[in-house]
């Protein structure tokens, strides 16, 4: 079965503390992993999408990589504003169709 | 601002009621998804239409249907509601909706069933 684990469940970083958050993923043919982050009381908004294994994309203080079976998001010096809750994605087919999987999320808390 | 219009932001109703949420797509996409978010089960896909026709579905219970109308906007009815269906409903966009490409997602509508 299709699965998408996310850890830790929640942070708590002091401003400039440095972290990476993990989606640990099984799936059968992966079509793409994606990052989300989500502030409370709105919709999820995207980051990043990486497709293959040791691809790297990065965008202000966060970096997210993948390899055969997780995708990390790194998150560099990070500001009081960096706090949402991270949501990563996979993408799979059912059938003739392509739909997103969500993980549970990550939700990041930064301390100034 | 996703672009991705969803009315009402909020709905109270009762149990055994029916509600319809109601989302316009950015403009130019043709695709729309809508997913349901509770604090137990996380963000769960529902069902996607795509230019008026309905292209995949997901944990979408029997009570609920939804439709895309030739305008692109869409609906999703929910009917003899239970306790348990109180969430966060999030409409999505995208291009094409063929995958690998990123969806906007609008603000949600927050239903409570009392």
């Known amino acids: 079965e299709d699965q998408v684990t996310q850890s830790p469940e929640a942070l708590r970083l002091q401003e400039g503390e440095s972290s990476s958050l993990n989606c640990s993923y099984t799936?059968?043919?992966?079509?793409?992993l994606f990052w989300y982050r989500q502030d409370p009381g709105k919709g999820p908004e995207f980051l990043f999408t990486l497709y293959s294994a040791g691809e790297e994309k990065e965008k202000e203080r966060l970096k997210a990589t993948l390899t055969k079976k997780e995708s990390f998001l790194h998150i560099t010096a990070p500001k009081p504003e960096d706090s949402a809750t991270y949501l990563c994605a996979v993408q799979i087919t059912r059938g003739s169709a392509r739909q997103l999987t969500f993980g549970s999320g990550t939700q990041l808390t930064v301390l100034p | 601002d996703s672009g991705v219009t969803q009315t009402p932001k909020h709905l109270i109703t009762a149990t055994g009621q029916r509600v319809t949420l109601r989302c316009s797509p950015r403009s130019g996409d043709l695709s729309v998804y809508w997913y349901q978010q509770s604090l137990d089960q996380g963000l769960q896909f529902l069902i996607q239409y795509y230019n008026g026709e309905e292209r995949a579905k997901g944990n979408i219970l029997e009570r609920f249907s939804a439709q895309q109308f030739p305008d692109l906007h869409s609906e999703l009815n929910l009917s003899s509601l239970e306790l348990g269906d109180s969430a966060l409903y999030f409409c999505?966009?995208?291009?094409?909706?063929?995958?690998?490409?990123?969806?906007?997602f609008g603000s949600g509508t927050q239903l409570s069933v009392l």
């Open positions: 999505a966009s995208s291009t094409t909706g063929t995958g690998g490409e990123k969806l906007f």
């Open positions: 799936v059968s043919g992966l079509r793409g």
